[in-house]
């Protein structure tokens, strides 16, 4: 298995953001993380993606801890990415780079993968400080395709995208899922519909609901109905 939340668990002060959060993803796979503002989302991903210790529980990432799982098998994502105002794209992606230990022909490769996953041709000379909220967003998602992990966590990764860049980034989605196991937060269901082959649906930090897109929409293909009453939201 690719990404596993195996009972995870975390606190903040009094708040308990999520509790006893368990769900798998397998290669081939888009799982799309639905709920309300504050459901625990955010908190699991960056869990899934090292960048917190859970409290409970452990997050595995091809079968390994992910505090002890290789940088280069996790591309993230996080929810509204600033940072590195100074650095030009081009700048920004070969520190990632530097970062994963790329180096020579491997970083080349990495950074035309990366302008290519978040269509950043244009941008590569420009600093992250000066660009527009779209296109910082883009930057990141570049940074997060960079060196072709195996799993990708992304949080929010079409919000702040205009029409075109959101439908773009969805087929490449698509089409990364054939070889990569991806979790992606949303609260466009329409997305999750199109996009996703399964919903797992927070509410007050836990699983209220883990199924296949399928068995959740209504008649109509839409998800609106059981995410609303899973969710306990209207
Ligand atoms: N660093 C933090 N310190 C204190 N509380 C936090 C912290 N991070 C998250 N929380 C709290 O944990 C809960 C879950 O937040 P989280 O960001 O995971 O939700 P979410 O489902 O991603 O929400 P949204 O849809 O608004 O992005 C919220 O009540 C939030 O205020």
Redesign the pocket.
Known sequence: MLIEADHLA?R??D?T??SDVSFMAAEGAIVA?L????????????MLAGFLAPDAGEARILGRPVSRAARASIGYLP?SPTGFPDLTVREFLVFAAEARGLRGAARRRALERAIEAGDLAEAVGQPLGTLSQGWRQRAWIGQAFLHDPPVLIL??PTTALDPGQKRRLRARLREAAKTKAIVV?T?ILEEAETLCDRAIV?RD?RVAADGSISELVDAGGRLTGAYETLAGVS
């Open positions: 975390k903040f002060g708040k953001a999520v993380l709920g309300a503002n504050g459901a625990g989302k955010s908190t699991a991903m960056r929810e949080d929010e937060s609260h927070f930090g």
